[in-house]
Nanobody, 119 residues
C-alpha cells in the first residue's frame, strides 16, 4: 500500500504561481511512475503531468511551458510548479502513484488539493 498526501493548493490571481507537493509513504520502493491529474466541477479527471522513475516527463498540451513536474526519490515526493496560472486551471489537483511489485501493477491516489485561479 502507498499513501499520498497533497499540499500547496490555494487561491491565486491569474498570472501568479503555485507549487504543489505530494508526499508518499508506505511501500514507496514499489513506486514507478508519479503524476498529477486535475478535475474541474462537472468534468472528468484529466492528466496534467507525469514523471517516470528515470525522470522522463510528459505534459498535457494545455500546461506545457507553464507547469513543471519534478521528483525527489530520496524524500518520496513529487512536485508541480505551476506558473502563469489561468482561470481555466481551476480544479482539484490529485497526485497519483503507479506501483509495480512482483509483476503486479497498482495505482494510488491522494485526497486532492483545491487550486482556484481568479481573473
Amino acid at each position: 500500500q502507498v499513501q499520498l498526501v497533497e499540499s500547496g493548493g490555494g487561491l491565486v490571481q491569474a498570472g501568479e504561481s503555485l507549487r504543489l507537493s505530494c508526499a508518499a509513504s508506505g511501500r514507496t520502493s514499489s513506486i514507478i511512475n508519479m503524476g498529477w491529474y486535475r478535475q474541474a466541477p462537472g468534468q472528468q479527471r484529466d492528466q496534467v503531468a507525469l514523471i517516470d522513475s528515470g525522470g522522463t516527463t510528459n505534459y498535457a498540451a494545455s500546461v506545457k511551458g507553464r507547469f513543471t513536474i519534478s521528483r525527489d526519490n530520496g524524500k518520496n515526493e513529487v512536485y508541480l510548479q505551476m506558473n502563469s496560472l489561468k482561470p481555466e486551471d481551476t480544479a482539484v489537483y490529485y497526485c497519483k502513484a503507479d506501483t509495480s511489485r512482483f509483476g503486479r501493477r497498482s495505482s494510488y491516489w491522494g485526497q486532492g488539493t483545491q487550486v482556484t485561479v481568479s481573473s
